[in-house]
């Protein structure tokens, strides 16, 4: 049975089939007023390259894989759903004050952030739970209901309820969520002990209200498409990537859509990691996705994907805080479709605004007025207008020239090839950037790295990226083009739970803290005999939060087993807190008590055996197809060799200046450099 990936970005909507030991990729236009459109559009060129109807190509397919930025673009623009926030009396202010800090701590003409719900729809529950889980004041239920009215005259279309100390005693959290299930079922409700059982006020109240507020759009969502998936002859199963990189079933996902901010590019990392280490062997990469609105860049080490605590929508402490450890990716607005512009001090400037798939760029003939990224390499001749997709889309090369003459070429007093030049080459210092914030502020040398250059527009400047970095060598996949897709299909299917426990190395309670990593793995097991079943490997892994005293922040440590049986076993976890203390900070403090916190679980089902299958092979033609001319800013114009990647062989060099390019992506071979593919598929460039 055949198995599909696709992934909708803001530009393109990018599917990879699986069937056998075969992949193959297929792009079409993401549709922005209904993406479920795209979806399909990209369903209906498998078929037609299949030669059956859309119907017969889904009937025989057992799995949809799909990553979307629905969620969090709903967030950024803030289309999600009306929400209210219900916490303890006395704490209005949690989303408010947030825990503090700001980026410049001594400009006080940067307004102070919005709450994500305002006070105006932030209501106090009368109740108090102390920290021992204790009812210090009960629920005053006519309370909550004289609030419910408050909620259903102000047209609320979800709420969420975060009270303190809810994670020990989450009675009153449980109530409330009951009368209004009953008084308003109509009304999407999160409850923050189930969705987010930590520690830290903010951090689970953000989440609570984030969860709440994408409910209504993603379940409609996701319920659409679905239904029009079955429709149109899909009886297979339906999942969804989230942003933790790994896969869970769209119903699930509909009940927790914060799971799905992130979904896209988590995903490439695990692409990236896998063909890092079949192709290059290397043990650091850097994974750059390159779509046409976003740069996003992730650092691979020792076969790791990169994970952060603190995943913030928008700038660090002026955005908001998902609350939820996730893939550690950083976007910049820099992609094919990223718009070059002059500002008023003459000053050229690429992104962050993007032209998307609509209208698009200016050669899309789409209606698109603004110069971006990909007219540059289109006059550059580093796109074939006649091979854009395959040839499936036609590209005008004469309005790219025009627009970028008018826009920024004038302008600035170039020529035209000296303006898209010159956009190419902001656009790769801003890439740089970009990495440079992943590696050398954390001081990591970029030179022992093998850069990874997914998405369809990475090959226009990877090499150039590549060499400014100095890193080891560029690696474009075979299916670089849809790396985010490709991921999908490698990704397992996992769950993550969590418990509150505070407990103290002095004082070890053995019956306590084993009574609870004896709930979590229940609900491991559960998981896996429930949507894990069938799978080819269950692993469930534990690791506990942890700190020394008097420290206000934990780090998370591996655990051996789900058990702590004696004090030997406990003496190992604090050995693996002290060594994880020293791995992060340098230092640790062996002769120190340890505090435990949080206990967490994590089960991981693996549905299909790793990696993906390979592209057709084309034969009967030379690598070589023909040749056109190319300008680079160090030579001018030069008449380069054009190769088709599909036809080269492992281990076949093609040597800089040249073009090497699919239906799918383009990879531009900079003077000096060549270009070998490997016996994974991949291509593989060195300096």
């Not at 916490?87 to 004050?97: A, F, I, K, R, Y």
């Not at 995903?267 to 896998?274: D, E, N």
């Not at 609350?323 to 992609?335: C, L, M, N, Q, R």
């Not at 593989?684 to 300096?687: C, K, M």
């Given at each position: 049975?055949?198995?599909?990936?696709?992934?909708?970005?803001?530009?393109?909507?990018?599917?990879?089939?699986?069937?056998?030991?075969?992949?193959?990729?297929?792009?079409?236009?993401t549709?922005?007023?209904?993406?479920?459109?795209?979806?399909?559009?990209?369903?209906?060129?498998?078929a037609?390259?299949?030669?059956?109807?859309?119907?017969?190509?889904?009937?025989?397919a057992s799995?949809?894989?799909?990553?979307?930025?629905?969620?969090?673009?709903?967030?950024?623009?803030?289309?999600t759903?009306?929400?209210?926030?219900l916490?303890?009396?006395?704490?209005?202010?949690?989303?408010?004050?947030r825990?503090g800090?700001?980026?410049?701590?001594?400009?006080?003409?940067?307004?102070?952030?919005?709450?994500?719900?305002?006070?105006?729809l932030?209501f106090?529950?009368?109740?108090?739970?102390?920290?021992?889980?204790?009812v210090?004041k009960?629920?005053d239920?006519?309370?909550?209901?004289?609030?419910?009215e408050?909620?259903?005259?102000l047209?609320?279309?979800?709420?969420?309820?975060?009270?303190l100390?809810?994670?020990?005693?989450?009675?009153h959290?449980?109530?409330?969520g009951?009368?209004?299930?009953?008084?308003?079922p109509?009304?999407?409700?999160?409850?923050s002990?189930?969705?987010?059982?930590?520690?830290?006020e903010?951090?689970?109240a953000?989440?609570?209200?984030i969860d709440?507020?994408?409910?209504?759009?993603?379940f409609?969502?996701?319920?659409g498409?679905?239904?029009?998936l079955?429709?149109?002859?899909?009886?297979?199963?339906?999942?969804?990537?989230?942003?933790?990189g790994?896969?869970?079933d769209?119903?699930?996902?509909?009940?927790?859509?914060?799971h799905?901010i992130?979904?896209g590019?988590a995903?490439?990392?695990?692409?990236?990691?896998?063909?890092?280490?079949?192709?290059?062997?290397?043990?650091?990469?850097?994974?750059?996705?390159?779509?046409g609105?976003s740069y996003?860049?992730?650092?691979v080490?020792d076969?790791?994907?990169?994970?952060?605590?603190?995943t913030?929508?928008g700038?660090?402490?002026?955005?908001h805080m998902t609350?939820?450890?996730?893939?550690?990716?950083?976007?910049?607005?820099?992609?094919g479709?990223?718009?070059?512009?002059?500002?008023?001090?003459?000053l050229?400037?690429?992104?962050?605004k993007?032209?998307?798939?609509?209208?698009g760029?200016v050669?899309?003939?789409?209606?698109?007025t603004?110069?971006?990224?990909?007219?540059?390499?289109?006059?550059?001749g580093?796109?074939d207008?006649d091979f854009?997709?395959?040839g499936?889309m036609a590209?005008?090369?004469d309005?790219?020239?025009?627009?970028?003459?008018?826009?920024?070429?004038?302008?600035?007093g170039?020529?035209?090839?000296?303006?898209?030049?010159?956009?190419?080459?902001?656009?790769?210092?801003?890439?740089?950037?970009?990495?440079?914030?992943?590696?050398v502020?954390?001081?990591?040398?970029?030179?022992?790295?093998?850069?990874?250059?997914g998405g369809?527009?990475a090959?226009?400047?990877?090499v150039?990226?590549?060499r400014?970095?100095g890193c080891?060598s560029?690696?474009?996949?075979?299916?670089?083009?849809?790396?985010?897709?490709?991921g999908?299909?490698?990704?397992?299917?996992?769950?993550d739970?969590a418990?509150?426990?505070f407990?103290?190395s002095?004082?070890?309670?053995?019956?306590?803290?084993?009574?609870?990593?004896?709930?979590?793995?229940?609900?491991?097991?559960?998981?896996?005999a429930?949507?894990?079943?069938g799978?080819?490997?269950?692993?469930?892994?534990?690791?506990?939060?942890a700190?020394?005293?008097?420290?206000?922040?934990e780090?998370?440590v591996?655990?051996?087993?789900?058990r702590?049986n004696?004090?030997?076993?406990?003496?190992a976890?604090?050995?693996a807190?002290?060594?994880?203390?020293k791995?992060?900070f340098?230092?640790?403090?062996?002769?120190?008590?340890?505090e435990?916190v949080?206990?967490?679980a994590?089960?991981?089902?693996?549905?299909?055996?790793?990696?993906?299958?390979r592209?057709?092979?084309?034969k009967?033609?030379?690598a070589?197809?023909?040749?056109?001319?190319i300008y680079?800013?160090?030579?001018?114009?030069?008449?380069?060799?054009?190769?088709?990647?599909e036809?080269?062989?492992?281990?076949?060099?093609?040597?800089?200046?040249?073009?090497?390019?699919?239906?799918?992506?383009?990879?531009?071979?900079?003077?000096?450099?060549?270009?070998?593919?490997?016996?994974?598929g991949?291509l593989?460039?060195?300096?």
């Open positions: 049975m055949m198995r599909l990936a696709c992934d909708t970005g803001g530009t393109f909507t990018d599917l990879v089939v699986e069937d056998g030991d075969e992949i193959r990729l297929f792009k079409a236009s549709t922005p007023d209904d993406p479920v459109r795209g979806v399909l559009d990209a369903l209906a060129l498998a037609q390259h299949d030669g059956v109807d859309r119907s017969t190509f889904l009937s025989r799995m949809f894989v799909h990553g979307t930025t629905r969620a969090i673009n709903a967030i950024l623009t803030g289309n759903a009306r929400t209210a926030f916490t303890t009396e006395g704490h209005p202010d949690v989303l408010v004050m825990e800090g700001r980026i410049e701590p001594f400009n006080f003409t940067v307004p102070y952030p919005e709450p994500y719900v305002p006070r105006r932030t106090e529950v009368p109740e108090r739970i102390d920290a021992e889980g204790r210090v009960p629920l239920e006519a309370a909550v209901l004289g609030i419910i408050r909620l259903r005259a047209d609320v279309e979800a709420v969420g309820v975060c009270l100390w809810s994670v020990l005693n989450s009675a959290e449980r109530r409330i009951e009368l209004l299930a009953q008084h308003l109509n009304v999407s409700v999160t409850l002990h189930v969705l987010n059982p930590t520690l830290r903010y951090r689970r953000s989440a609570t209200v709440a507020s994408l409910k209504p759009l993603m409609k969502y996701l319920n498409l679905t239904n029009r079955r429709e149109a002859g899909f009886t297979g199963r339906t999942l969804m990537v989230t942003s933790g790994g896969i869970m769209a119903e699930a996902v509909a009940r927790a859509p914060i799905s992130n979904s590019p995903m490439a990392p695990v692409a990236g990691r896998f063909y890092a280490e079949r192709d290059v062997g290397n043990a650091v990469a850097i994974v750059a996705d390159t779509g609105t996003d860049v992730s650092l080490r076969g790791r994907i990169p994970w952060t605590r603190e913030w929508l700038q660090r402490f002026r955005g609350g939820f450890p996730s893939v550690d990716v950083k976007s910049i607005g820099a992609g479709g990223s718009i070059a512009w002059v500002d008023s001090g003459g050229l400037r690429v992104g962050p993007s032209a998307g798939s609509t209208p760029p050669a899309y003939g789409k209606g698109g603004e110069p971006t990224v990909t007219d540059c390499s289109l006059i550059l580093y796109i207008p854009f997709l395959g499936a590209l005008d090369r309005a790219a020239v025009a627009a970028l003459k008018e826009k920024v070429a004038s302008k600035l170039l020529s035209v090839e000296e303006a898209a030049a010159s956009v190419l080459a902001l656009a790769t210092e801003k890439m740089v950037g970009a990495i440079d914030e992943i590696t502020n954390q001081g990591i040398d970029p030179t022992s790295a093998v850069l990874v250059g369809g527009a090959g226009l400047n990877a150039a990226v590549g400014r970095l080891a560029v690696l474009i996949p075979e299916a670089g083009a849809v790396l985010s897709a490709a999908a299909l490698m990704s397992e299917l996992s769950s739970y418990q509150m426990l407990a103290t002095a004082r070890f309670s053995f019956d306590k803290v084993n009574e609870v990593l004896a709930r979590l793995a229940e609900r491991c097991a559960a998981f896996a429930g949507p894990g079943e799978a080819l490997e269950t692993v469930t892994e534990f690791s506990v939060e700190r020394y005293p008097h420290q206000i922040w780090i998370e591996p655990m051996a087993s789900g702590i004696n004090a030997a076993e406990l003496d976890l604090k050995q807190f002290h060594a994880t203390h791995s992060i340098e230092i640790s403090d062996p002769n120190s008590e340890v435990f949080t206990w967490r994590k089960v991981q089902c693996r549905l299909r055996e790793g990696g993906t299958g592209l057709p092979v084309v009967d033609t030379g070589i197809m023909s040749r056109r001319p680079f800013a160090s030579t001018g114009w030069v008449d380069a060799p054009v190769a088709r990647f036809a080269m062989e492992a281990g076949e060099p093609v040597a800089g200046p040249a073009i090497i390019e699919s239906s799918f992506t383009t990879v531009v071979v900079d003077p000096g450099a060549v270009a070998v593919r490997t016996p994974g991949g593989r460039v060195g300096f």
